[in-house]
């Protein structure tokens, strides 16, 4: 039971607790209710009688409704729910405070306790520390203006997550800080970025497949490690992406560098598209889970496919890959379950292991005139599953 519901029933008690109170200003009400206790089996004649009283009388009726069944369920409750919370409170409110523990100087959040469901940081905290959500059933995290940074892992696996509030006070938000995040049940639909964060780490965001819309802003730069540690890798439910950062654009659906060079993330769900002219590189993820994807545009100025870049992609059956490619990474086309045709550009050089991992119908490939067995050799590796 979360904490809206415990006050939900603290305040219907007091609400019936009122009514009980009316009854001693008014005994003729109380009289009636409690009447209902004194049941004797009807006989015909009294039933006769009574169905002559009430005629058609509507208040008369209502009170009968009242009394036969409305008081006696409020005085159930009312006897009933004490005992309950006698029992259930101590446990009620342990999952609103929680247990957490701080670090002694009061600045670093060091760990919260795994049956927390709604957590509130004290005032004074800069820190949330190096898994201290990890693994938690925490639904709901407050957090205070003085909160500065978040370390690696600090919400890894909080499954249940479902709202945060990431206030103007933080600066950075390091290595997988959000990884599989709220990904169970309602999950974390929507996440504001604050405006004055400065560090934006490498996967942050890695396994939010619940989130449906993300506000970017703040003035943090992509490196060069996030080509195969994209944050925004298997977002796949993201459909909206709302930008202020200079340091990107959104365009046609895709988060890209400001530059137009790097792709992040597609969040385009038609059939076909278009990738951008001057697009160079797609980053670890770009369109992981584009179900409906049937068919991509490749600019001719693409020169790297990074890892996991396609994977899932199910429904695409053809990939006419650009001359001037250069590179495939890992897993860039695992389980693309109907791919079955790709043309391969003579400009490409390397194929990773296992680039095309489970995808078993891919069998008719084009190869460069001239270069038929090198790029055979390349393929091969290519449908290798990785040795671990």
């Not at 979360?2 to 003729?28: E, G, N, T, W």
């Not at 109380?30 to 009807?42: G, K, M, Q, V």
């Not at 391969?344 to 292991?353: N, R, T």
Request: hydrophobic share 45%.
């Amino acid at each position: 039971m979360d904490y809206a519901r415990f006050m939900i029933l603290v305040y219907i008690i007091v609400a019936i607790a009122i009514v009980h109170a009316l009854f001693f200003l008014y005994p003729v009400y109380r009289d009636e209710a409690l009447d209902i206790y004194s049941w004797r089996p009807w006989t015909e004649k009294n039933y006769v009688l009574f169905k002559k009283a009430i005629g058609n009388n509507k208040a008369v009726k209502v009170r009968l409704l009242t009394n036969w069944f409305v008081w006696p369920f409020i005085c159930l409750f009312t006897i009933v729910m004490p005992i309950v919370f006698l029992f259930k409170l101590p446990s009620i409110l342990k999952e609103y405070d929680g247990e957490i523990t701080y670090s002694q100087d009061g600045k670093t959040l060091l760990k919260v306790a795994e049956n927390c469901r709604r957590v509130k940081i004290k005032k004074g905290v800069e820190v949330v520390g190096e898994g201290a959500f990890d693994s938690t059933r925490v639904r709901h995290i407050y957090l205070p203006n003085t909160i500065r940074i978040f370390e690696p892992n600090a919400l890894l696996r909080a499954h249940y997550l479902e709202s945060i509030n990431l206030p103007v006070s933080l600066v950075k938000i390091d290595a997988y800080a959000f990884h599989f995040c709220g990904s169970f049940d309602k999950g974390l639909k929507k996440l504001i970025l604050p405006k004055h964060l400065h560090t934006l780490g490498e996967g942050a965001f890695y396994g939010c497949n619940n989130m449906e819309q993300l506000t970017i802003r703040g003035d943090f730069v992509w490196k060069q490690s996030w080509m195969d540690n994209n944050p925004f890798y298997y977002t796949e439910k993201l459909s909206i992406i709302k930008n202020s950062n200079p340091n990107f654009m959104v365009k046609n659906g895709m988060l890209m560098s400001a530059d137009g060079k790097i792709l992040f993330r597609c969040i385009n769900n038609d059939k076909k598209i278009i990738l951008n002219d001057g697009v160079e590189t797609i980053a670890q993820g770009a369109f992981c889970g584009r179900d409906r994807m049937e068919k991509v545009i490749f600019p001719n100025s693409l020169r790297k496919i990074c890892k996991d870049a396609f994977r899932g992609c199910r429904n695409i059956d053809n990939i006419d890959l650009p001359e001037g490619l250069l590179s495939i990474g890992v897993e860039s086309f695992s389980f693309c379950w109907n791919l079955k045709t790709m043309t391969l550009p003579a400009s490409l050089k390397f194929i990773a292991y296992s680039a095309f991992e489970h995808s078993d119908h891919l069998k008719n490939i084009i190869y460069p005139i001239g270069k038929e067995e090198e790029f055979k050799k390349m393929i091969k590796d290519g449908m290798y599953d990785l040795p671990f």
